[in-house]
T-cell receptor, first 114, second 114 residues
């Protein structure tokens, strides 16, 4: 199993550009989530999904969109990038409720917005 | 508001000595508590969790954590540190009212010196 994969690993955007961060898992996990990691702030939940067709907002959802058309994929879209979105982004998946099952994290995408 | 505090940005310990990484939380009710570890340029890995029961929980790589309800703390411990334990450690909580949301602390860098 590849586990949780994320592409790209690095990305530089200009303010106002849009892009999609890809996340895929091959463990047939129902739960998937996106976090951003900023220095001194730990990880903050952006959006999560409890299954195909179901998404919900996390702690910092503004400026990001998600969709979940399949169990395997959970892309994160930045519609109009801003410098405040410079961060490292992690995707994670879990077999079920994260209180019951451990989360598996991808290797991350380092995004810089200039 | 939910919050998780890791009061030490960095903990230094000599190999073979016991280590403690501190975590306190402020969450309504009795949350579920977790520790994750992050090695350089990698995603997070699950170490252990407390759901209910014995206040001392054991996890991966010889780590354990003690839940203290009165002090709202969940400190990570290991009796004998290894150089390979050097990494970034995150405490996280999942509130009872929403098992699918996670709140992370800011992280503590553990340095184990030979």
């Amino acid at each position: 199993n590849a586990g949780v994969t994320q592409t790209p690993k690095f990305q530089v955007l200009k303010t106002g550009q849009s892009m999609t961060l890809q996340c895929a898992q091959d463990m047939n996990h129902e739960y998937m989530s996106w976090y951003r990691q900023d220095p001194g702030m730990g990880l903050r939940l952006i959006h999560y999904s409890v299954g195909a067709g179901i998404t919900d907002q996390g702690e910092v959802p503004n400026g990001y969109n998600v969709s979940r058309s399949t169990t395997e994929d959970f892309p994160l879209r930045l519609l109009s990038a801003a410098p405040s979105q410079t961060s490292v982004y992690f995707c994670a998946s879990s077999r079920g409720e994260i209180s019951s099952y451990e989360q598996y994290f991808g290797p991350g995408t380092r995004l810089t917005v200039t | 508001a939910q919050s998780v505090a890791q009061p030490e940005d960095q903990v230094n310990v000599a190999e073979g000595n016991p280590l403690t990484v501190k975590c306190t939380y402020s969450v309504s009710g009795n949350p579920y508590l977790f520790w994750y570890v992050q090695y350089p340029n990698r995603g997070l890995q699950f170490l252990l969790k407390y759901i209910t029961g014995d206040n001392l929980v054991k996890g991966s790589y010889g780590f354990e954590a003690e839940f203290n309800k009165s002090q709202t703390s969940f400190h990570l411990k290991k009796p004998s540190a290894l150089v390979s334990d050097s990494a970034l450690y995150f405490c996280a909580v999942s509130p009872l009212y929403n098992f699918n949301k996670f709140y992370f602390g800011s992280g503590t860098k553990l340095n184990v010196k030979p």
